[in-house]
């Protein structure tokens, strides 16, 4: 790793690789695999009342390896924040919000501090705040999209802006080629979601799994924005044929009750088991993605979140393996790529 790396490698991190912080899918295994790995594994929120016993089992799984919480601030509640201060996780992400002071109050805990940005605006708010480290979102990437544009036009910009702050990629980073195209773009490192679902350790179910090894395109939405409207890119399915346009939007109507719910999302508790009633023709639809735990129907009808080109991805494979590939970009020996060329 690199100078600007120093922190991360006081941690412990061995390589520059991020698993995005996916509710529902990066639980403790997946985290714990990816940590024990060498990389930076990543709890996805959850709801309050799971928080706390599952960063304690993400951090017994890691062995002493450090391990990331992803703090989604739509989401993020006031225990949140406590619990991953009175546990002292060594990571955290921020993402979806911009809060200078909850920068500032994770530093003072001792706390590595990134934070997802979508937009140069962002990542000037964002290192102006003091941030540690910055992911850059490129709309390419799967899941709740913030970036706007190409990640070969953002990267090179805020990585200019960011000066000794590390910089990682997201958006498309599936294998050692992507990720060597984003080191020669300035990153620092990378992080990814989608290539992290189809592993054998995330809590993915099997039919969404598959879903992402057989895929050739996604589809960006609103339709998955109950309780939270944001855009999301997604594998097409039963409901987002049967109710979005040839852009991917939903109904007004649709879009105008996903405003109305969203004003009280923190008083609803994150639980899967809550998305159980979703069915395809009623596009009344959350975001929760498809878990292990909820009946393969589901398919239809929940949020398959995938990045753009999914279909380089062909297999499911062991987190260990991805992280080891990807690291190879940043091999400071030089990649099996550029040895090779």
């Not at 062995?63 to 619990?83: D, M, S, Y």
């Not at 805020?158 to 990629?169: D, L, Q, S, T, W």
């Not at 939903?250 to 508790?269: C, D, E, F, N, Q």
Request: glycine residues 12%; proline residues 4%.
């Amino acid at each position: 790793m690199g100078d600007k790396l120093s922190g991360l490698r006081e941690l412990g991190v061995s390589y520059p690789v991020m698993q995005a912080g996916m509710p529902g899918i990066a639980g403790p295994e997946l985290a714990a695999a990816v940590s024990l790995a060498g990389g930076i594994g990543t709890l996805g929120i959850m709801d309050v009342s799971e928080w706390g016993t599952a960063l304690a089992l993400t951090r017994r799984l890691c062995q002493g390896r450090p391990f990331n919480a992803n703090l989604l601030l739509p989401f993020t509640r006031a225990r949140h924040i406590e619990l991953v201060i009175a546990q002292q996780v060594p990571m955290v992400t921020l993402f979806w919000g911009r809060d200078a002071a909850l920068i500032q109050r994770l530093k003072q805990a001792g706390i590595f501090t990134f934070q997802q940005v979508g937009s140069v605006d962002e990542a000037r708010f964002a290192l102006d705040a003091g941030i540690d480290a910055l992911i850059v979102q490129g709309r390419e990437a799967g899941g709740h999209v913030r970036g706007t544009s190409l990640l070969k036009v953002i990267l090179p910009a805020i990585v200019g802006e960011a000066g000794e702050v590390p910089v990682f990629a997201a958006g498309g980073m599936y294998t050692e080629q992507d990720a060597l195209a984003a080191r020669h773009m300035g990153a620092s490192g990378v992080s990814t979601g989608t290539r992290f679902v189809a592993t054998n350790e995330s809590r993915a179910h099997d039919a969404y799994k598959r879903g992402l090894v057989e895929a050739d395109d996604t589809v960006v939405t609103t339709l998955f924005g109950l309780n939270w409207d944001a855009p999301h890119r997604v594998l097409p399915n039963e409901a987002t044929r049967r109710w979005c346009d040839a852009q991917g939007q939903a109904p007004a109507w649709v879009r105008g009750l996903h405003k109305l719910t969203g004003l009280g999302r923190r008083l609803m508790p994150m639980k899967a088991e809550l998305t159980h009633w979703q069915r395809a023709a009623m596009p009344l639809l959350t975001g929760a993605a498809l878990e292990a735990s909820m009946p393969a129907r589901m398919a239809g009808c929940t949020a398959l979140y995938a990045g753009a080109d999914v279909g380089r991805i062909r297999s499911v494979m062991p987190a260990a393996e991805v992280v080891r590939e990807l690291a190879a970009a940043f091999d400071q020996r030089g990649s099996r790529a550029g040895r090779a060329a």
